[in-house]
């Protein structure tokens, strides 16, 4: 890429020519570099995904190459066999070097944060692509992806579709996500490969556009931070079992003061969820 557009968004969000909305940005990726996400949003959401009759999911923003949207089809699908992706570039060149990569179950298109998918999906998923938007922007593309998802259905239980939207590192050993439903913001997961990390707050650089200018005193997530590196300190003793049994009493030890949502089975995998109003800005 050569112009200035196609690394730093323009600060209102718009139309990028027709009803493209977004900009292009950096097209940065790597094989398995969502894992983490991928395992997370299966385990948490393969329900929702199982039991509709034609569960669709977009990797929005997938980047220069389409190894993110080819695993997450592998992944969805080993829980939720009728899965289907598809892949969304703003970037036309990159749809166009992703077509020989669909599959069944599997299709790329040019679009932006309008979500051009007949259907209203059960996932969106747009991995490090608000990061280099402003975080002025972040509240009004939310409200859009939310408003694409499949809604809820009290009459059969279904919470809705999902908006998963959050940030790693290169090779994906650190990552932050907001999860959302149709209704707005649910969740904030930190989710990481033990033996990488010396501290929680080394996930700091990866939080998602919405908290990473937020990591200040006086905000929540500094506060949620400096606790965790506490408890992990406290915890030390506990590395003697390794990084796994240090990181779950640690967290065990956070929920006496911070509204954790999971359990012992996802601090396992390295991961832990607390509610969106705990750590949203003041
Ligand atoms: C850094 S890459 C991320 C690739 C992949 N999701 C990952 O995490 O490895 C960000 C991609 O998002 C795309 N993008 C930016 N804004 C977008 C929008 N509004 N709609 C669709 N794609 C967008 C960019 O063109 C770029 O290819």
Not at 92 to 115: I, K, Q, S, W
Not at 136 to 150: D, F, G, N, S, T
Not at 205 to 234: C, M, S, T, Y
Not at 250 to 256: G, H, N
Request: net charge positive; with cysteine.
């Amino acid at each position: 890429m050569t112009s200035r557009a196609a690394t730093r968004p323009h600060s209102r969000l718009r139309s990028s020519g027709g009803a493209v909305v977004g900009t292009v940005t950096r097209g940065t990726t790597n094989p398995n570099r969502l894992r983490r996400m991928d395992r997370w949003i299966a385990a948490t959401h393969g329900r929702e995904l199982r039991r509709a009759p034609d569960p669709v999911a977009v990797d929005l923003g997938y980047g220069a190459a389409p190894w993110t949207a080819v695993e997450l089809l592998t992944r969805l699908r080993m829980t939720a066999p009728h899965a289907r992706v598809v892949g969304i570039e703003i970037e036309p060149a990159r749809v166009a070097a992703a077509r020989p990569y669909e599959r069944d179950g599997l299709t790329f298109r040019h679009g932006g944060f309008e979500v051009p998918v007949p259907q209203r999906p059960h996932l969106i998923r747009a991995a490090n692509v608000l990061r280099q938007y402003d975080e002025a922007q972040v509240a009004a593309v939310w409200e859009r992806l939310c408003a694409r998802l499949a809604p809820a259905d009290p009459e059969t239980g279904s919470r809705g579709g999902l908006l998963v939207e959050g940030t790693c590192d290169e090779i994906g050993r650190r990552h932050v996500w907001v999860a959302l439903g149709p209704e707005g913001p649910r969740t904030v997961t930190f989710a990481t490969r033990l033996g990488s990390l010396e501290r929680p707050s080394d996930l700091a650089e990866r939080l998602p556009k919405a908290l990473i200018h937020r990591n200040v005193p006086g905000e929540p997530v500094h506060a949620f931070l400096r606790d965790f590196d506490r408890a992990w300190a406290a915890a030390a003793p506990y590395a003697s079992y390794g990084a796994r049994q240090r990181w779950i009493r640690a967290v065990r030890e956070l929920t006496a003061d911070w509204p954790v949502t999971d359990g012992p089975a996802r601090w396992r995998q390295g991961e832990v969820t607390l509610t969106w109003e705990a750590l949203a800005p003041r």
